[in-house]
């Protein structure tokens, strides 16, 4: 095989797999925009919520006999969606019995417009999730395995022409698919819904919205729950792939911000399409650079943008979810 036809196979290789770890990372930063671009609240505990729907996902697959009735194959996928309301149901606690006490129309008397509290009330949640799952779960390393993870599809795209070997993990394929479905089922209720109406009010003038009749506080505690469980069902997806402990959150909710960031803050679509883009500059800095630089590179890139759009690849200044 000559340089070229390995150059060519790296590259398409490497695109492939981008695309796939991308739709990952970009439900998970679609599940912060939900909080961060309504609420503009920063939740340093958004990670920390990934790692409980891993845990979530892990224990409704082997202890709650999902897989000995589904299979390992679908049984997997159905303890993501079997996670996703408990993980609702959680986020909508955790809004209604500490989150609403410091945003909203509650915030407007505080300092910095109650930023200050949000950041030290989060950061909180997340050492208490923390080390309280290392309590119950233990630090060693845990995953979801079927036998989708370890098999893949072998494609010949330029057939004999040039004999290019193209993997598709199947495991990562219908990971992907499941997130593009999440995402689009979700922006449908964005949309088209007066659930979706009231939610972007309240992220548009919370004031003007409250003059309308929406009850601002109780979009928030909706905007929270979805968030929490998106990203939750995030991090089933990711626990099919790759082992986790109770730390895993501090490994991507970084990720997750330049995600929303890069996408454009306020805008659902965009931190979609803004986890894409980690996803193929994570990738593609490995054809120049150690593995162990992937997340430096994506923060250079995440620090041009920054300097030159302020608002995003795909948001505009005036734009909200």
Not at 245 to 252: A, D, Q, R
Not at 256 to 279: D, E, P, R
């Amino acid at each position: 095989m000559s340089d070229i036809q390995v150059l060519t196979e790296s590259i398409l290789q490497l695109l492939i797999t981008g695309v796939l770890v991308g739709a990952l990372y970009g439900m998970m930063c679609v599940g912060l925009a939900m909080i961060f671009g309504i609420m503009r609240v920063i939740n340093f505990a958004q990670g920390d919520f990934m790692m409980l729907g891993m845990y979530a996902t892990y224990f409704a697959f082997g202890a709650f006999g999902i897989q000995a009735f589904f299979g390992a194959e679908l049984g997997a996928y159905v303890s993501v969606m079997a996670a996703a309301p408990a993980m609702f149901l959680f986020g909508w606690i955790i809004h209604r019995l500490m989150i609403r006490r410091v945003t909203g129309t509650r915030s407007a008397g505080m300092e910095a417009d109650g930023h200050y509290a949000q950041l030290i009330l989060t950061l909180g949640i997340a050492l208490i999730l923390q080390n309280g799952a290392m309590i119950l779960f233990g630090a060693d390393l845990v995953s979801i395995r079927t036998p989708l993870s370890s098999e893949a599809w072998a494609v010949e795209p330029f057939g004999e022409a040039m004999p290019i070997l193209l993997f598709f993990n199947k495991s990562r394929v219908l990971t992907a698919l499941f997130s593009a479905a999440a995402i689009i089922g979700l922006w449908i209720l964005i949309q088209r819904t007066f659930l979706g109406k009231s939610l972007r009010a309240a992220a548009d003038n919370a004031e003007a919205a409250t003059y309308m009749g929406i009850n601002v506080d109780k979009s928030h505690r909706f905007a929270f729950a979805i968030g929490t469980a998106v990203t939750a069902m995030a991090g089933g997806l990711l626990a099919i792939n790759y082992p986790f402990s109770p730390f895993v959150g501090l490994e991507y909710v970084i990720i997750m911000y330049a995600g929303v960031v890069l996408g454009g803050i306020g805008s659902i679509i965009g931190a979609f399409w803004g986890g894409m883009l980690i996803g193929f500059i994570q990738q593609f800095s490995t054809l120049v650079l150690p593995t162990q630089l992937q997340n430096a590179t994506i923060f250079v890139c995440f620090l041009l943008v920054v300097m030159l759009r302020p608002q995003g690849l795909f948001g505009r200044n005036v734009e909200r979810t």
